[in-house]
């Protein structure tokens, strides 16, 4: 045996040739508990290694070539409990991956191609698939399922570079629409429409840039009109109106959220203000 004392490691057999390590090796922490063990070739580490916690608990295993990673390894917490799978191929990862948690439920699967993700993915929320979809050079891309904790479909809609783009629909746990609409850029853009669990409308109005902006409508549980509201970055800003029956009641002025003036007799209403401005 041959123990190097400044690397704290010990050698067994063969450990060296022609200066380079070679043969059967062990490395071992302060309290020599063993830190790696597997073997060297010409130098480099070869074959089957294994590496502990200070706890002696496994940290990963698996095999080298030419001192790359390469095939199939595991990744372990110092719980004991499996942390990832993954393989190899001249040292990145290419193949499929898995990865869990501390109680070793898996939170997320698929392929990796030179160390990114790439194709079909899932993802899981207390060992429950919460979201499923494809990547594209490590971002989300193309058409993407999201999904409550009994598997119910929360949303679906598409990616383009890891942003939410086009055409999204949202559900209520009942199965029923929520809201849809459309996105750019990751933000919610043009007309949305929203719903109540029964499935009955109860607003819909305009974004810019994820921020609700000009006219929105809000309905009653009968999906009469109640009131319709000028907004610029999601607050008032222009005018409330207030409707009963569908037909006009009283009518509001608000800036930058604050209430700045306020009609309830309709026709000193329609003489102060122009009604393009309702438009």
Not at 32 to 59: L, R, V
Not at 81 to 105: A, I, M, P
């Amino acid at each position: 045996h041959r123990v190097d004392r400044r690397q704290r490691q010990m050698c067994i057999r063969d450990s060296y040739k022609n200066n380079l390590k070679n043969g059967y090796w062990k490395t071992f922490y302060k309290n020599k508990a063993i830190a790696s063990q597997g073997a060297f070739k010409n130098g480099k580490k070869e074959g089957y290694w294994t590496f502990y916690y200070n706890n002696q608990q496994i940290k990963s295993s698996g095999k080298y070539k030419g001192g790359v990673r390469t095939g199939y390894w595991k990744s372990y917490q110092n719980n004991g409990k499996l942390s990832e799978t993954n393989s190899f191929t001249n040292g990145l990862q290419n193949g499929y991956s898995k990865h869990y948690d501390s109680k070793g439920n898996i939170v997320r699967e698929g392929p990796i191609k030179n160390k990114l993700k790439e194709g079909y993915w899932r993802f899981y929320k207390q060992a429950k698939l919460c979201e499923s979809g494809h990547f594209k050079n490590n971002s989300k891309t193309g058409y993407w399922n999201e999904f409550y904790s009994d598997g119910a479909l929360k949303a679906k809609g598409y990616y383009t570079k890891g942003l939410k783009v086009q055409f999204w629909v949202y559900f209520h746990t009942n199965g029923k629409r929520s809201k849809f609409g459309l996105f750019l850029n990751d933000k919610e853009t043009d007309y949305w429409h929203y719903y109540s669990k029964n499935g009955l409308l109860k607003k819909e109005g305009h974004f810019l840039k994820g921020k609700k902006t000009n006219w929105w409508l809000f309905y009653d549980t009968q999906e009469k009109i109640n009131h319709k509201c000028q907004l610029k970055n999601n607050k008032k800003n222009g005018y409330c109106l207030m409707y009963h029956n569908e037909k006009l009641s009283s009518a509001a002025k608000f800036f930058e959220g604050q209430k700045i003036k306020e009609w309830t007799d309709l026709d000193s209403f329609k003489k102060e203000n122009k009604l393009s401005d309702l438009r």
